[in-house]
């Protein structure tokens, strides 16, 4: 379970921080010494949360939020929330209220425009904002260059071995079903 992963890191003494989706910057956190963990609700009872969504919302921000309240995110370090979700923009907002500082909230509002000029300038200034928050939450004074470009060969060697994976398991739908793909 995702609570014995986060228990099993902490007592290797790692610090974690958990990743709410989508698409957040996990290098950052990579590059910082710490263990990135994705949260992604998981499946179980929504109480807590409605608390502070209508019952009718989005149930993968609310199971993240049940997570954050119920006691199965205690231990980390932090959490990094982005909004490029529509429906995942209050979840920020009801997080801050909700859990405040027992679990810092790293927020990042990408930019939608990544490959004009203002668009790269503009995340880079908010990818930097968030790593000074990370430092911060970990209690750390630095991340060094050298950090994160080893962060990169291991992200950019794990991401192309994932596009390998996906070619050849297209190629080969006989022996490695959908639903074996996906898992």
């Known amino acids: 379970s995702q609570r014995e992963q986060i228990d099993k890191y902490l007592e290797e003494g790692k610090k974690v921080v958990g990743v709410f989706p989508y698409y957040a910057p996990e290098e950052i956190i990579h590059a910082a010494g710490a263990v990135p963990i ?3 609700g998981g499946s179980g009872p929504i109480d807590l949360a409605k608390q502070y969504f209508p019952t009718f919302y989005y149930s993968l921000a609310m199971r993240c939020m049940e997570m954050a309240l ?6 980390l370090s932090a959490t990094m ?5 529509d429906t995942l923009r209050p979840l920020s907002q009801n997080y801050k209220v909700a859990v405040g500082d027992k679990i810092p909230m790293i927020f990042l509002n990408h930019g ?13 200034r908010l990818f930097k ?18 950090d994160f470009k ?3 060969e291991i992200y950019n060697k794990n991401r192309a071995l994932k596009r ?16 074996d793909r996906s898992n």
């Open 129 to 146: 904002q968030a790593a000074e928050e990370l430092k911060k939450a970990l209690g750390i004074d630095e991340i060094k260059d050298e």
């Open 164 to 179: 390998e994976f996906v070619k050849l398991a297209g190629d080969h739908r006989q022996t490695i079903s959908t639903k």
């Open 38 to 40: 994705e949260i992604w």
């Open 112 to 124: 939608q425009h990544r490959k004009e000029e203002f668009g790269i300038t503009y995340n880079a």
């Open 81 to 85: 929330i982005t909004t490029l979700d």
């Open 150 to 152: 080893k962060t990169f």
């Open 70 to 75: 119920d006691g199965s995110l205690d231990g």
